[in-house]
């Protein structure tokens, strides 16, 4: 089969403006969808007034960021921690990547509840909310557990 010029000049205009658009929506992997397993939340066995949340953050739909976390318990604060090298810092927000899990664990990331009050002990409950940026609020009932061994 032998194509003319205009023949050609209409396969080329058609690939230069359907391929941009194939690029586009393949790149477009819809929305987040979050889902949260295994949250915990222990007690420190090394500072009163302290727990730690550890869970994995599943995100089968397209990226996300993880902006904020707060908690019920009165006077506490919430922080996200991240391990920059071998040294644990505050965050502000953590990426949840699109068709990924991310793990929040003791000596990784995680998430720390300082100021709690001494009524809060190993069996009390409380609700912990994580803010998404395009997710929105997601809160977990958390009950606290005893200190476990400090690692080494």
Known sequence: ???NSQGLGNFFAAVFIFLPIVILASCQSGPPQISIQGARAELSPAIYGE???TMTIGNNGGADVLKGV????PGATAMLHIMKGERMTEAAT?????GKSTVFKMG????????MPRSMAAG????????FEKSGMKQLRLKLEKA???PM
């Open 94 to 98: 953590v990426n949840i990547p699109g």
């Open 124 to 131: 009390s409950t409380f609700t912990m909310t994580l803010l």
């Open 148 to 150: 476990a061994a400090m």
């Open 1 to 3: 089969m032998k194509m």
């Open 108 to 115: 990784g990331s995680h998430i720390m509840i300082d100021g």
């Open 51 to 53: 727990a730690m949340v």
């Open 70 to 73: 707060s908690t019920d318990i």
